[in-house]
């Protein structure tokens, strides 16, 4: 019964990093109110941008530190994997970025860097990129608990993206309704499985990983 727990924590812990990814809907429809009134996200001042960002940013940056802090010490098992990709999988991996960036610039019109860039001043700019570094973070660690799960529920490894499936059914499916349009939650999941892919690709070596998934999501 221990054994089966376990392998049911993997699940339960990569929902935690989804349920993570919630805090900012927290803050924007109780703690945010509270100080901003009822005002729309859209329409919000740039300092008030700056103070929601913030505040994500501190709920996401301690929820992930508490969700690997926990994998180590209550499932013994290490999130932050240094094994060695190989070269081929570097190579592939390398391609699924290239083909996310182009599909984010696809949907864009330019590259999404090139369009936060045009829409925003610096200091936003900033804001907005030290925010998405967070959010890669929950998102990543939703395909490594995934995988982890899947795999340890058929007790070997697998070269189906499991994790990138689960984000996929998650933080991909949220985005149709969080962004109002169908394409961006379809382009969305479909990333997910892809990031799920890097993961395999790079030998789950979250180092690599992160990396990898932070260019293709933020380019």
Known sequence: MKKERSVWEYFWYALYAFAGLGAE?????????ALFGKIS??????GQSIIHWLMTILCWGTITYMLVRCGR???????????????KGILLSGVLVLACITANAFDWGVLKV?????????LLFSFQYI?????VMLVLLIVVYGQKFA?????????VPWGGLLLCCTWGMVHIL???SIKTGIFTMLFSILFGEIYILLERNTKYSYLAIALAFMI
């Not at 809907?25 to 109110?33: D, R, S």
């Not at 340890?152 to 697998?158: A, E, I």
């Open 131 to 135: 925010y998405y570094i967070f959010e």
């Open 41 to 46: 996200i859209s329409s919000y001042t740039a």
């Open 25 to 33: 809907i927290v803050l924007i429809g109780l703690v945010e109110p």
């Open 151 to 159: 795999e340890s529920l058929m007790r070997k490894r697998s070269p």
């Open 73 to 87: 010490t209550k499932l013994d098992f290490q999130v932050i994997s240094n094994t060695r990709p190989s070269r």
């Open 178 to 180: 969080s962004k109002g």
């Open 114 to 122: 090139i369009g936060e860039w045009r829409s925003k001043d610096l």
